[in-house]
């Protein structure tokens, strides 16, 4: 970044990336739990035989009778909806803009509340069991969120507490601000999974494992200003997500279409870009550790 740069951009320019990225992320996220559920229900494979054999004038008549039949215009409006979200996100991310990143958190916050009450698309691939969903644990969802601590997180990415740690931002010994967010969201990840163990019928002792480790390493790093520890956390993120590949491999008749929402879900993550951008609040010095390793 050039001196032209940091004076005009005045904030946490990492945590304004990181914050742009988590957006995207859940868009494309979001975009691919879409083509999975059409894909398993066959209806992509009809739209494309359809936009491959039809000719332009049954394509034309066919969108006429899906918007005269009141179903193609929302779905229109989605998809639209859709590209526009992501298309402020590239934009914050590319441009530096905080005021269109701001924009996009609200838009952020009404989509995830709009999620959490909805069913998952997803859900009809794992039968009727997935789509009762229990009220408690829309609710918990909702409150221990960490998008939404993301989401309120990019409204201060140029407020006065990190103008005044600018120095150390800019200097790359360490992000105060980032280094807030990532122990926030490990608090939020922790109780969330904590929550859920408790309210599940059938309890599963992994979340109740994870969510204390989670919870712990929040709390300490973020009260001792412990890089080292949310580090720690960030494997243990790391290795939450293998064992869950490994849990579904041994399930028998593994269906590909999961196999491929599973892989899915764990690139486009909140919790996967966190446990990395954990590594980028003090990067001269885990540059320094590598260097040792290597040497």
Request: aromatic share 12%; net charge positive; with cysteine.
């Amino acid at each position: 970044m050039s001196e032209g740069e940091k004076i005009q951009f005045n904030g946490n320019l990492a945590l304004l990336r990181v914050c742009a990225v988590i957006f995207i992320v859940n868009i494309l996220g979001f975009i691919t739990n879409m083509l999975l559920l059409a894909g398993y229900s066959g209806e992509l494979a009809s739209i494309w035989s359809a936009l491959t054999t039809s000719s332009f004038e049954d394509l034309l008549a066919t969108v006429g009778l899906l918007i005269a039949s009141g179903i193609g215009l929302p779905v229109l409006l989605g998809v639209l909806a859709v590209v526009v979200l992501l298309a402020l996100g590239i934009f914050a991310l590319v441009k530096k803009n905080v005021r269109v990143l701001k924009i996009l958190a609200v838009l952020f916050l009404v989509w995830i509340v709009l999620r959490v009450f909805a069913i998952n698309p997803l859900s009809a691939l794992f039968g009727n069991e997935m789509r009762e969903v229990n009220l408690a644990q829309n609710f918990i969802s909702l409150i221990f969120n960490v998008n939404v601590v993301v989401a309120v997180a990019a409204f201060f990415v140029t407020s006065k507490k990190h103008d005044e740690a600018g120095a150390i931002a800019l200097n790359e010994e360490f992000n105060l601000g980032l280094f807030r967010l990532c122990s926030i969201c490990f608090i939020a990840s922790g109780l969330n999974s904590l929550f859920h163990f408790v309210f599940t019928q059938t309890p599963i002792f992994q979340l109740a494992f994870f969510g204390v480790v989670y919870l712990a390493v929040g709390v300490f790093a973020l009260v001792k200003k412990n890089v080292i520890v949310l580090m720690a956390g960030s494997l243990m993120t790391l290795i939450q997500v293998l064992l869950n590949l490994f849990s579904f491999v041994r399930i028998p008749e593994f269906d590909p279409y999961m196999a491929i929402s599973l892989v899915a879900h764990t690139l486009f993550h909140t919790s996967t870009v966190i446990a990395i951008a954990v590594f980028f609040i003090k990067p001269e010095w885990v540059k320094a550790c590598l260097q040792k390793i290597k040497g």
